[in-house]
């Protein structure tokens, strides 16, 4: 029977240490990973609101109302994709205005109530002149739930505020 002896149990015991460094770091890392790029998305979503009440604000300074661009294009009787603190502005900016919210479509559960039919985006939506997506970066989730379901323009907020500046 072979012995081993101190120094290949030192060896041994290193090695050992090392490639479980080796797996640890591994996993620590893309768990590192993947909560950073959760981060960078959560911070892409906040600079994009900051950006676009950037614009807003100044606007609303002047007197320039969201409603404008409805009355620009025609847009008589719209729908509002989500009830966040965007749909919230939106609809504080435009309800004294002469648009018509036909109803509101949840994004989430828990959103605030404006007092219009609400409905989920897998119910019958009822025609409008459009629907205004107030859910910053849920454009293209929206239009390809919805895009062979109508047949009338989805508007990301964003869009109409850039237009108006």
């Known amino acids: 029977m072979k012995h081993f002896s ?18 640890s770091s591994s996993f620590f890392y893309e768990l590192v990973k993947k909560h950073l790029i959760g981060r960078r998305s959560e911070v892409n979503s906040y600079k994009s609101y900051y950006e676009m009440m950037r614009k807003w604000i100044p606007l609303y300074q002047k ?3 969201i409603a404008k661009y409805f009355e ?13 603190d965007m749909g919230i502005l939106f ?43 107030c859910e910053i970066g849920a454009y293209d989730y ?15 907020l964003d869009d109409i505020i850039y237009e108006l500046f």
């Open 72 to 84: 620009d294009n025609n847009y008589r009787k719209i729908a509002i994709y989500g009830m966040g």
């Open 6 to 23: 101190s120094r290949h149990f030192v060896i041994c015991n290193v090695g050992m240490f090392s490639l479980g460094a080796i797996i």
């Open 91 to 133: 609809y504080e900016d435009v309800k004294e205005s002469e648009l018509e919210i036909a109803y509101v479509i949840k994004a989430h559960e828990g959103e605030r109530d404006i007092g219009k039919e609400i409905k989920d985006i897998e119910d019958d939506l009822d025609a409008v002149d459009a629907i205004v997506v």
């Open 142 to 156: 929206v239009s390809n739930l919805l895009r062979d379901r109508i047949d009338y323009p989805l508007i990301p």
């Open 63 to 65: 007197g320039i109302r």
